[in-house]
């Protein structure tokens, strides 16, 4: 049973944490909300406890990106049912399109996965079901210089949070707590 402030703290962080470096964590694939109302499933790549940041790769053509320019509020829910643990966060985000960071992360995807970027830009129209892969590119992994236009299409959303809502269900009492970078609270659950 946590019943410190800074034991809800630290359980939301390392939900989080393990939830970038472990593919199997619930937490792993959190709901990511922009301003416009929209909301999708994005796979959480890092965050850092430290700043409280958290990193997505997405493409830079996504509807998502222009809703950000416009308003750069995000929210970000993530569920672990078998902890029942709800962690709801408010911040800022950021897309990161050239730099450190985006390059980063660019040289550590395998070609499978930078192939996304070859695709017709998310949300585009087509008369027949469609990965929205060019033909050439489908059950295969392309080259390097099969890749050389992808590059251009793949961005970071950089989130930095301000704002973590926690809450632990449990049978002898739930639990919430608000944290900010500097200060915590118990609200009623
Ligand atoms: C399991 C799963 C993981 C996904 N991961 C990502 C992701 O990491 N980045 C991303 O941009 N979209 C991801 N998507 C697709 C988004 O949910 C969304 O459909 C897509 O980004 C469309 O862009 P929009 O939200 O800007 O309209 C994922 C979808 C599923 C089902």
Not at 21 to 45: E, K, Q, Y
Not at 58 to 66: G, H, I, L
Not at 182 to 188: P, R
Request: net charge neutral.
């Amino acid at each position: 049973m946590i019943e410190t402030l800074e034991s809800a703290r630290l359980d939301a962080l390392e939900r989080l944490a393990a939830g970038a470096a472990n593919r199997r964590s619930a937490m792993h694939v959190p709901a990511v909300g922009t301003a416009d109302g929209d909301i999708r499933i994005m796979v959480l790549r890092h965050f850092d406890p430290a700043d409280w940041s958290m990193r997505f790769h997405t493409d830079f053509r996504s509807p998502k990106v222009a809703a950000l320019a416009a308003n750069p509020a995000v929210h970000v829910l993530a569920y672990d049912p078998e902890a029942k643990v709800q962690i709801r966060m408010r911040g800022q985000g950021e897309i990161l399109r050239e730099g450190r960071v985006a390059d980063a992360a660019w040289a550590s995807a395998d070609n499978y996965a930078r192939r996304c970027y070859l695709a017709d830009a998310p949300g585009s129209s087509s008369e027949t079901p469609t990965s929205g892969l060019p033909q050439w590119a489908e059950g295969r992994k392309p080259t390097d210089d099969q890749l050389a236009d992808a590059r251009q299409n793949f961005a970071i959303l950089r989130v930095m949070l301000d704002r973590i809502d926690w809450f632990m269900l449990a049978h002898e009492g739930h639990r919430r707590a608000i944290l900010t970078r500097d200060g915590a609270g118990w609200v009623a659950p």
